[in-house]
């Protein structure tokens, strides 16, 4: 077995490029001294070629040119030699891929899971920051809505129906109160010879049944007050004329009035921690309201002439900016006398007293 | 837009855009063309047409008749005629594509001289860029040589890369994927059949052709004395009679013909090695200098070197693809957004 094996290496041997340029040079009568020096190579190389440890030469471009260089110098076949190396040992990687020595990052595509997993990941998160500051100012509760400037509505008799911004709120009113008279409301109701109607939908309007829908119920229950002031001074018949359109425009309010109101009997009873807020505006006046759960009711501004009509658990605190701009404020239909509270025209409180 | 479009259809070439040679390497499928550097011209009237270009047009070199203007664009390296090179390089360039439906709009990787100037370059990106190319990127020849000898041109080892071309020969000393420094000399493979031209009409009083000179230097031109002596038979014509002659030549004559440019070429060698800082000359003193391009298979031209220098010298596997194939290689780098290796205009 072993002699099989060594004459196999033997055969190897015989066949190796080094040997055979070995005996190239022995033929010759050159020493190995000698050729490196015509060859300008050091002796090690031709030792370390025709031992066949390529391994230790610089790399395996330099060793072939080297093993060409060497065989054309001892009349040998250089490219032969080279066919024998590649065969013997196989077509080593002369030529490995090219690398950078400067540290390649990759462009990142817009589709790659790592571009896109932490993208919708950012996004998610995103979100939900957005929500929870938007529950934690608001609560789930819409924006309260307070009637902005007056639509302007001519109708069949060239007469003008003054009517407050009535925007999707008013659907979902929880609360509708119609309010009349020109002195009470100021730059909103100015036509003397028409019938005027104010419908004021100062609301807190809460989508989540579950959250408030007491609040819901004294809103529905409590907060629809109708008032109607018809100045009579065009004579009767214009008047009748102008009353039944006002009329009119009530009864289309009243079916969202008699539906809250039928939702109101069917849930239970509001408890006394709930009664409606009230406040009426001579001026210009920034507001607060809170409940006491610390959800705003009210934050915002009201204009002179404007009503504000709200309910929320007991106590709320209120903070009034400009105390003289507040007309009339009741709470649970009992006058609050808010000039002893305020301070320098302004008030902190808490509802009840 | 209508480029990128094209360019889906095209493959990614490396141009060694050579003063003899133009060679183009398509990633995948290695050297597709090789060609001489040639156009004819056909003049009819004002307008100007081409004829042939590459092996067709060399053909007719020196062999045309009136209105057929066969021309080299390249000279020592770098663009002589703008329009004809610029034509060439369309020819070349469709001739790789197969592809006939659209036009190809191939991003191109061109090989230039170390020492052309700025002009140059952007003549030679011009140039390409009216060829048809999408994106034309430039790599200095001797680290294109470099890199398809195999040398390892990413290790902090020097290496030295002569690459002997048609026009010029470019030297530099390489480390970490960068010339460490680098010379061009004009003198190359057509300086050395100027130099036989030149010798033949001095000794024998006869002219030849550049491509009968050529042919001399294939056939038995050597760059080192050597106990072997070749000879050929030429016919020139016989400047004094005015009719051809034949004569014969031998390759101690033709060495000492290429004395001059040889020895230029030597010079600029040694002048690399001296400008070499300490640590890559031994690093070059330890592997050796390594020769690729066609000048290289000029006979004993190792031996010239070495002896010269004092140092190993090796000669490059098929040093006449070195440029291209190394150009080739560099694409795969551009992929991955490395231009550590290109070169800037």
Redesign the interface.
């Known amino acids: 077995m072993n002699s099989v094996s060594d004459e196999a290496l033997a055969a190897k041997n015989n066949g190796s490029p080094g040997s055979r340029l070995q005996k190239a040079r022995e033929a010759k009568g050159l020493s190995q001294k000698t050729l490196a020096d015509d ?4 002796r090690n190389y031709i030792i370390w070629i025709e031992e066949g440890a390529y391994d230790k030469l ?5 060793c ?3 093993i ?2 060497y065989a054309k110098a001892v009349n040998e076949n250089g490219q032969e030699l080279i066919e024998l190396l590649d065969s013997v040992y196989g077509v080593q990687n ?9 540290k ?1 990052n ?2 990142v595509k817009v589709g790659d899971p790592i571009m896109k997993w932490p993208s919708l990941l950012f996004i998610l998160v995103l979100l939900g920051v957005v929500f929870w500051w938007w529950k934690t100012q608001y609560g789930l509760s819409a924006p309260v809505v307070s009637s902005q400037d007056p639509i302007a509505v001519e109708t069949a008799n060239g007469g003008e129906l003054v009517l407050p911004s009535l925007d999707d709120s008013i659907v979902n009113a929880n609360a509708v109160q119609a309010v009349g008279g020109a002195s009470d409301q100021g730059g909103a109701i100015n036509s003397a010879n028409s019938a005027e109607l104010t419908v004021v939908a100062d609301t807190s309007v809460n989508p989540d049944p579950t959250a408030s829908s007491q609040a819901n119920v004294v809103n529905n229950g409590i907060g629809i007050d109708l008032a109607l002031d018809v100045s009579d001074s065009q004579g009767a018949s214009q008047s009748d004329g102008q009353l039944a359109e006002l009329e009119r425009v009530v009864k289309s309010l009243e079916p969202v009035a008699e539906t809250t109101v039928e939702i109101a009997s069917g849930l239970p009873a509001l408890g006394n921690s709930a009664q409606l807020l009230q406040l009426t505006f001579n001026n210009n006046c920034w507001i607060t309201i809170k409940d006491v759960r610390g959800k705003i009711l009210f934050n915002g501004i009201k204009k002179s002439g404007q009503k504000l009509s709200l309910s929320g658990d007991a106590p709320l605190t209120l903070s009034i900016g400009r105390v003289d701009s507040i007309s009339k404020i009741t709470y649970g239909g009992v006058n609050v006398n808010i000039a002893a509270l305020g301070r320098n025209n302004i008030a902190n409180f808490k509802l009840p007293l | 837009m209508f480029k990128k479009i094209r360019g889906l259809f095209s493959s990614d070439l490396s141009i060694d855009l050579g003063t003899a040679n133009t060679l183009i390497f398509v990633r995948g499928k290695g050297i597709v063309l090789d060609e001489p550097s040639v156009v004819a011209i056909r003049q009819n009237g004002n307008q100007k047409s081409v004829a042939a270009v590459g092996a067709d047009a060399k053909r007719m070199l020196g062999r045309t008749p009136g209105n057929i203007t066969a021309i080299r664009p390249m000279k020592d390296g770098v663009i002589a005629d703008f329009h004809v090179t610029e034509k060439m390089l369309q020819y070349f360039i469709s001739k790789v594509h197969d592809n006939t439906i659209f036009t190809p709009s191939p991003r191109v990787l061109v090989c230039v001289p170390c020492k052309s100037t700025q002009v140059e370059r952007r003549a030679i990106k011009e140039s390409a860029m009216g060829a048809g190319a999408r994106q034309v990127h430039l790599i200095e020849e001797p680290m294109a040589a470099a890199i398809g000898a195999g040398l390892p041109v990413e290790e902090p080892n020097g290496s030295m890369v002569v690459d002997i071309g048609g026009g010029t020969t470019e030297i530099a000393v390489i480390s970490l994927n960068g010339i460490v420094y680098a010379d061009s000399v004009r003198v190359g493979g057509d300086r050395f059949d100027e130099a036989i031209v030149t010798y033949v009409r001095r000794n024998y009083g006869s002219l030849i052709g550049e491509a009968t000179a050529e042919r001399i230097k294939q056939e038995i031109g050597s760059a080192h004395q050597s106990s072997e002596v070749l000879e050929i038979d030429v016919r020139g014509r016989n400047l004094a009679e005015g009719i051809p002659r034949s004569f014969t030549l031998n390759s101690h004559e033709i060495l000492e013909a290429l004395q001059e440019p040889l020895s230029a070429i030597v010079q600029a060698v040694k002048s690399a090695l001296e400008q070499c800082p300490p640590e890559l000359a031994s690093d070059i003193a330890e592997r050796g200098i390594v020769l690729t391009g066609g000048g290289s298979m000029l006979r004993n031209i190792d031996s010239l070197i070495s002896e010269e220098t004092g140092l190993p010298v090796i000669l490059a596997e098929d040093p006449l693809t070195c440029v291209a194939r190394g150009g080739g290689r560099a694409l795969e780098l551009i992929d991955k957004q490395a231009f550590e290796l290109l070169s800037y205009d």
């Open positions: 060859l300008y190579l050091p610089p790399s395996m471009v330099f072939r040119g080297y060409r260089a002369t030529k490995s891929p090219l690398k950078s020595i400067s390649i990759e462009q």
